[in-house]
């Protein structure tokens, strides 16, 4: 199920959702490294993540999928959001250096048609950077918040299906090691899980965080779209009416 935008909205404005989106937007500045002259594109709903690259970036596109719908994105100035399928993205082939996919790849209803086209529109040596809910994981299993719905993954089926589509992980971060429940306790020891989940190692990060590098060789070929057979009503030719002498 896709989570509509006024329900992504909601929840960054709740006290869990601005923790999640602190400690996210930590590990994705860590994999996006400089992005000063880039072109960056946002997919999914990752605007919450994305205002660092406005005033280093040479362009910032976000891209939100029909079916969620879209917000104005930033606040200030002309907007960067456009309404669009992302398995058809209104970009040409090698337009953007930079991917930052959030709450996009657990929606997607071919996930292996997204990977084409994020080939397709990403210039050589582009870098893409995917957050998805983690298989098995605390926030998969919760449905109080975005990352509880839609299709969840593991590192093994994110790293398949990458280099099935010639992009080669180069760096994995988990995250969010705090439950996903808005009890005040909870969110005043953020910090305390965190530390503690990553002694005891991944099993308990509820969001897997994955830089891709695109590699030069071409992808798999993009399927072609079965044609639809419109049946036509037969025209049988007739003879001309005679028209009776008067």
């Known amino acids: 199920m896709t989570p509509d935008v006024a329900r992504l909205i909601a929840f960054y404005k709740s006290p869990l959702g601005k923790i999640s989106r602190a400690l996210l937007r930590e590990e994705i500045l860590r994999l996006a490294g400089n ?59 090698s337009a953007v250096d930079l991917v930052i996919a959030v709450h996009a790849f657990e929606h997607v209803a071919d996930a292996e048609e997204l990977m084409r086209e994020l080939w397709r529109v990403t210039a050589p040596g ?28 593991s590192r093994g089926q994110m790293e398949q299906l990458l280099r099935a589509h010639s992009f080669v992980p180069e760096q994995w971060r988990d995250a969010l090691y705090l439950p996903p429940y808005q009890h005040p306790l909870l969110l005043k020891s953020t910090r305390f899980f965190e530390r503690a989940g990553r002694l005891f190692g991944p099993t308990f990060a509820g969001v897997l965080c994955v830089q891709a590098r695109k590699e030069l060789f071409p992808a798999v070929p993009r399927r072609r779209k079965a044609e639809r057979y419109v ?16």
């Open 231 to 246: 049946r036509v009503p037969a025209m049988a030719p007739q003879a001309a009416m005679e028209m009776p002498e008067r």
């Open 126 to 153: 582009a870098r893409l950077i995917v957050v998805v809910p983690k298989r098995r994981g605390m926030w998969s299993a919760a449905d109080n918040t975005p990352f509880g719905d839609g299709y969840p993954f």
């Open 35 to 93: 992005v000063r002259g880039l072109r960056v594109l946002g997919l999914g709903f990752a605007t919450p993540y994305l205002r660092f690259t406005l005033e280093k970036a040479e362009r910032v596109l976000a891209f939100m999928p029909a079916r969620q719908g879209s917000s104005a994105w930033p606040r200030e100035g002309p907007s960067h959001t456009v309404l669009c399928d992302p398995l058809e993205m209104p970009l040409t082939d």
